[in-house]
Nanobody, 125 residues
Framework: QVRLVESGGGLVQAGGSLRLSCTASGRTFSSATMGWFRQPPGKEREFVAAIPWSSNTPRYADSVKGRFTISRDNAKNTVYLQMDSLQPEDTAVYYC??????????????????WGQGTQVTVSS
């Protein structure tokens, strides 16, 4: 059984930083894209960032570009999201996700098969 478990969320003041982690079990994702999505209160879930299996050319949503950094440690089957210069509009439940297929780069929510339970990030002004 595949499981993705996020950690690292919490409450932070505007301008602060958090680092989210997502560790997978039940399957190795070293050959797959890994992604982060978020769902702000009362809104739809949205793409945040994705990193290919080789870690080359990750992609970011325009709203987080220059502030967030996605990275991965394939040996640990773990993906990270470093979030700097956080703003109140970054408040959301953050989810990591993994696709079913290897060696394909995805940014669309429907392309991801496996999802974590989510971790809450709250940024106060």
């Amino acid at each position: 059984q595949v499981r993705l478990v996020e950690s690292g969320g919490g409450l932070v003041q505007a301008g602060g930083s958090l680092r989210l982690s997502c560790t997978a079990s039940g399957r190795t994702f070293s050959s797959a894209t890994m992604g982060w999505f978020r769902q702000p209160p009362g809104k739809e879930r949205e793409f945040v960032a994705a990193i290919p299996w080789s870690s080359n050319t990750p992609r970011y949503a325009d709203s987080v570009k220059g502030r967030f950094t996605i990275s991965r440690d394939n040996a640990k089957n773990t993906v990270y999201l470093q979030m700097d210069s956080l703003q109140p509009e970054d408040t959301a439940v953050y989810y990591c996700a993994a696709p079913l297929r290897n060696f394909a780069f995805y940014t669309g929510e429907t392309d991801y098969r496996y999802w974590g339970q989510g971790t809450q990030v709250t940024v106060s002004s």
